[in-house]
């Protein structure tokens, strides 16, 4: 029995630690950073901690300011909506931002994400705007 017991409590720690992203339940989940409900499915993000924690943004401008007042050395994940695959969650920090007055987000920032630089452009040469890194988003943000 006490076999079980211990079985089952390591279980329970091993899978409540797990480090992966939620699903965003949009028209439900409220950004963490401004308290609005996160209804666009192009501009959501979230970020995971390393411990598993999840937060959840209505825009990829919400995850940027929230890391004002964050240890970023918690963070394991920075994920994005992609705007070519609503609700699919990317890896933020690969993917290619364009900043457009062309194309709205929820905060007005007219920020944008790209799986890749080739979409960013894509839209761009139609939309106008410029093109960011994540790194250089982090800069001009």
Request: glycine share 4%; hydrophobic share 40%; net charge negative.
């Amino acid at each position: 029995m006490k076999q079980l017991i211990l079985i089952l409590l390591l279980g329970v720690t091993i899978t409540s630690c797990t480090v992966k992203p939620e699903p965003i339940n949009y028209g439900q989940d409220a950004c963490h950073f401004c308290k609005m409900t996160i209804v666009d499915k192009v501009h959501g993000a979230e970020v995971v901690t390393h411990k598993g924690k999840v937060y959840k943004f209505d825009a990829s401008e919400c995850m940027v300011n929230f890391m004002d007042d964050f240890d970023t050395e918690e963070i394991k994940l920075y994920l994005t909506n992609h705007f070519n695959e609503p609700e699919t969650l990317i890896d933020a920090t690969t993917a290619t931002f364009l900043i457009s007055k062309n194309v709205p987000s929820p905060m007005g920032a007219f920020l944008t994400a790209f799986k890749t630089k080739q979409e960013a452009a894509t839209v761009q040469a139609e939309q106008g705007g410029d093109i960011y890194t994540w790194d250089a988003l982090l800069e001009h943000l």
